[in-house]
């Protein structure tokens, strides 16, 4: 077996591709159009492995020049390396290694990944946490995230169902609006309660949406003329993530983000859908839990994973 390692470039588009179409741990935002859509904030660093010449992984990234350091890329929630589906755990960790070394080679001083949850893979995919550990990666951030699985899941506390049937009652409907009512709501409501924007601008969203039609998809509560509550929907396919939520004030005195998850709910479930990931509760590096947020994931049935970050010197 002959491993080999090449920088990410314009001319590897199609062996990028290759590697995530078939990946066991590859979600749409490794790909190259999510990527690059904000690449004027991050100096690239991502990698394509082969095996005999062959296209078989594949490492989102970008690298802080100053440090010599290499992280899974800046732009991105997830990272790590992407492997294809066949490979056996020897050829993966040989693979993985691979990539570790010629990242030493090019220079970079220190890397750090953002395990992808196994609950995110298609199949089973725990090489790389193995092998970063037999380099001597230790865990250097881990964030408490909440997933609802949708066959046999826990039900709806009694406050949510309330709300539920009272949002039914008010004559709220769960529909489809515009990326710009739904930012608009989503801006309001942060700025209210939070004092900050969203990650995301109405025009990265569009652009975004556009890109990736079938993937990015908005639900929201409407009564009559007026958006009271939604949420932004990433599609991975089998687990799909409420990527923003955002309820208006008198939005939560009718229930109306309660409907909109039993309406997400029943939509996944639907649709073959295997979990409902509702995101992190955590702050500060991981360090600080929010417990009324996680509460509130939790009031839906929801459950606990974690995202793990694990470090190096190379």
Not at 54 to 69: C, E, F, G, N, T
Not at 146 to 153: G, M
Not at 268 to 282: E, H, I, N, Q, W
Not at 286 to 291: D, F, K, M, Q, R
Request: charged letters at 20%.
């Amino acid at each position: 077996m002959k491993f080999s390692v090449k920088r990410y470039g314009a001319g590897l588009k199609e062996d990028w591709a290759h590697v995530l179409a078939d990946a066991r741990n590859g979600i749409f935002i490794f790909d190259r159009k999510f990527v690059e859509y904000h690449g004027d904030r991050f100096t690239d660093f991502s990698v394509i492995a082969y095996l005999d010449d062959k296209p078989v992984a594949l490492m989102p990234a970008s690298i802080d020049l100053v440090l010599a350091h290499v992280s899974s890329h800046a732009g991105l929630t997830f990272g790590g390396v992407v492997l294809k589906r066949e490979l056996r755990g020897e050829v993966a960790i040989g693979v993985i290694n691979a990539v570790l070394d010629a990242l030493k080679e090019w220079g970079a001083k220190t890397l750090t990944l953002k395990l992808l949850p196994q609950v995110f893979c298609t199949y089973p995919s725990a090489d790389l946490e193995y092998t970063l550990w037999r380099r001597g990666f230790e865990l250097v951030r881990r964030d408490l995230s909440s997933i609802l699985p949708l066959r046999n899941s826990l039900p709806f506390n009694t406050i949510k169902r309330q709300n539920v049937r009272k949002a039914g009652k008010a004559g709220l409907i769960v529909g489809i609006p515009s990326l710009t009512g739904f930012h608009t709501l989503l801006q309001n409501v942060l700025r209210a309660q939070h004092g900050v924007s969203p990650v995301h601008s109405l025009e990265e969203l569009e652009l975004l949406a556009a890109r990736f039609p079938d993937q990015i998809f908005v639900r929201a509560a409407i009564k009559g003329d007026e958006l009271l509550a939604g949420t932004l929907i990433f599609n991975y396919d089998h687990v799909w993530h409420t990527q923003y939520l955002a309820c208006s004030k008198s939005g939560r005195a009718l229930g109306a983000l309660d409907l909109v998850i039993n309406s997400i709910i029943d939509e996944a479930r639907d649709k073959g859908v295997a979990y409902l990931s509702f995101g992190t509760s955590t702050e500060s590096a991981g360090t600080v839990l929010n417990e009324g947020l996680l509460w509130q994931k939790e009031s839906y049935g929801a459950r606990s994973i974690v995202h793990d970050s694990m470090q190096a010197t190379l």
